[in-house]
C-alpha cells in the first residue's frame, strides 16, 4: 500500500540579509558574538530562527501561549548550551531539536488525561484475515499536496489523531527527527515508537481517505 509522504520538502534555508547571512551566521567570529551576547547577534539570531520555531511548537503544543512559552524557553536553553555548540550540525538544526524538546516538556508538563482509542481508525479484517473494506490506492501528486486547501485538511486529520500517536507522526513525519531521537524525547522504546508510527499513519490514512480519493480522482 502506497503512503502519503508528509515530511516537508526541503528544509527552509536563511534569508539573504547581508550582515546575518547563512554564510557568515555559521561562522565562529558570529558564534564568538552570540556567546558574548552581543545585542546585534542575538537580535539578528531570534528575528531569523524566531517564525519556524514557534510554528514547529504550535504544530506539537495547539496552544498559541504554549508554544510562545517553549520558544521562550527554547532560547534560555539555546543560550545557556552555546558554549558547547560545536558545529557538528548547523545552527537552525540545533535550534530545531531544542524547541522540539522545550514543546515536548511543555506537552508532558500538562495533566494526563485518558488517551482516547485510534482503534476505530484502524484497518478493519474479518476472521479470515480479508480486510473488511478493500483499502483504496490514491497517491496524491505533489501538485495536490501544494495546494493550501489540501494542506489544511490534512493538518487537521493529523489533529484528530490521539495525542500519543499524533506526537510520533509529527516527530518523525513534519520534523524528521529519527527513530531513536523521538523515543529518547518521548522516553520510549525504538520499538514502541515504530508501532505508534505504523499505527498513526494507518489511521491518519483512514482520516484522509474520503477526500482525497476524490481530489486524486480515484
Not at 5 to 33: I, M, Y
Amino acid at each position: 500500500m502506497s503512503t502519503l509522504d508528509l515530511r516537508r520538502r526541503g528544509r527552509p534555508t536563511l534569508s539573504g540579509n547581508h550582515a546575518l547571512s547563512p554564510r557568515n551566521r555559521e561562522d565562529e567570529p558570529f558564534l564568538d558574538a552570540l556567546r558574548r551576547r552581543d545585542p546585534a547577534a542575538v537580535e539578528g539570531l531570534v528575528s531569523e530562527h524566531t517564525p519556524r520555531m514557534l510554528a514547529v511548537a504550535r504544530r506539537i503544543l495547539r496552544n498559541e501561549a504554549d508554544a510562545r512559552d517553549a520558544v521562550q524557553d527554547a532560547y534560555l536553553c539555546a543560550f545557556r548550551s552555546l558554549a558547547r555548540f560545536e558545529g557538528a550540525s548547523t545552527l537552525s538544526t540545533w535550534l530545531h531539536r531544542i524547541v522540539v524538546n522545550a514543546a515536548l516538556m511543555r506537552l508532558r508538563s500538562r495533566r494526563r488525561r485518558s488517551e482516547e482509542s485510534i482503534e476505530p481508525l484502524l484497518p478493519q479484517f474479518l476472521e479470515d484475515g480479508h480486510h473488511a473494506s478493500h483499502p483504496s490506492e490514491w497517491m496524491p501528486s505533489d501538485a495536490l499536496l501544494e495546494q493550501r486547501e489540501t494542506r489544511e485538511f490534512v493538518r487537521a486529520a493529523i489533529d484528530r489523531l490521539p495525542e500519543g500517536y499524533r506526537t510520533i507522526l509529527l516527530l518523525r513525519d513534519i520534523e524528521e527527527l529519527d527513530t531513536d531521537e523521538t523515543a529518547r524525547a518521548l522516553e520510549l522504546t525504538a520499538a514502541a515508537v515504530k508501532v505508534r508510527l505504523h499505527r498513526a499513519r494507518q489511521a491518519l490514512r483512514t482520516l484522509l481517505d474520503p477526500v482525497m480519493r476524490t481530489r486524486a480522482g480515484c
